[in-house]
């Protein structure tokens, strides 16, 4: 009987490239470089002399070929999964507590998803969210009040805990439409200076466009802050003022023209998310599996967003 080169990682690939569309999005997903991902695939076309999918079609067309092997990872991979979080549980990591503490207002929008994703995973998994906003999270992991904290920054200090990457995404300036700044290519600080600046009520030092572009330049605008983002963004389509997001935050209500969007600086305000967990737990067999359903999710549902 001939042996198959197939192997659990060419499903995985398979599955990745179908759920995302693309290449590039199927290697981020993965973790794995593009050329990696690609030389899978070339494999499998060798092997078999069939083309798997259609290379310049947007989202991906798998052939006839890729189509029998996309339905053999659909039944096969769920079922490794499945096993795989067995035998862990028999080895007695399968259940807990995850209580998770959050810095960033916006996080909810991908958050929710990805605690539901956990649930359907690990159903002994007990879960909850440290209620109300909290400027300094990874104070509660120290304390023993939660187990994973959703944080903006790295701390290189920070010995007892492991940061694990999640996303990047661009923080865009929402403005009134019609507004003369979007015949602008990008903004600067002083296009924030003679506007009310609309934020959540959080220290500066957790906004983004304060800390890295307004404060540097000395600008010091009005200030205006609300708990709501529905708020922030009804006060910015009225004229009262500016205010900075993240793009995924934003996206349904910039596809209505509820509001308008303009980039900050040439390249972009950046922003990056990470999970944090205690040392102790972070080898945990859900914990791990929930930071990368959170990767999963985040990719396939956020758009303009980039894996870490």
């Known amino acids: 009987m001939t042996t198959s080169i197939l192997e659990l990682r060419h499903l995985r690939t398979l599955l990745a490239l179908h759920d995302t569309g693309s290449v590039s999005r199927a290697a981020q997903l993965l973790n794995v470089t593009q050329s ?141 439409r019609n507004h003369a700044y979007l015949d602008k290519p990008w903004l600067v600080a002083q296009d924030f200076a003679t506007q009310a600046l609309i934020t959540y009520p959080v220290p500066d030092d957790m906004l983004d466009l304060v800390r890295q572009v307004l404060k540097p330049a000395g600008v010091e605008p009005e200030r205006r802050t609300t708990e709501l983002t529905v708020g922030m963004l009804q006060l910015v389509a009225s004229g009262r003022g500016f205010a900075a997001l993240p793009l995924w935050a934003v996206n349904n209500y910039l596809e209505r023209k509820y509001i308008a969007r303009q980039r900050i600086g040439p390249d972009g305000l950046i922003g990056k998310l990470y999970a944090v967990t205690p040392k102790s737990l972070a080898a945990s067999a859900y914990l791990s599996d929930f930071v990368q359903v959170m990767r999963e999710t985040s990719l396939l549902t956020l758009p303009g967003i980039k894996l870490l």
């Open 36 to 176: 990696a991902l690609s030389h899978q695939v070339k494999t499998l076309e060798t092997y078999y002399d069939a083309v798997l999918f259609e290379r310049k079609s947007t989202p991906l067309v798998f052939t006839p070929a890729g189509k029998i092997l996309l339905e053999m990872a659909g039944q096969v991979m769920p079922m490794a999964e499945r096993a795989e979080r067995e035998l862990r549980r028999l080895a007695g990591s399968g259940s807990g507590k995850l209580r998770i503490a959050v810095e960033c207002h916006t996080c909810f929008d991908w958050l929710m998803p990805s605690m539901d994703g956990l649930r359907e995973r690990w159903p002994e998994v007990e879960q909850d969210i440290v209620s109300g906003f909290h400027a300094d999270p990874i104070g509660l992991l120290h304390q023993g009040k939660a187990e994973l904290a959703i944080v903006s920054e790295l701390d290189e200090d920070e010995t007892e805990m492991v940061f694990h990457p999640l996303f990047e995404f661009e923080m865009v300036a929402l403005l009134p």
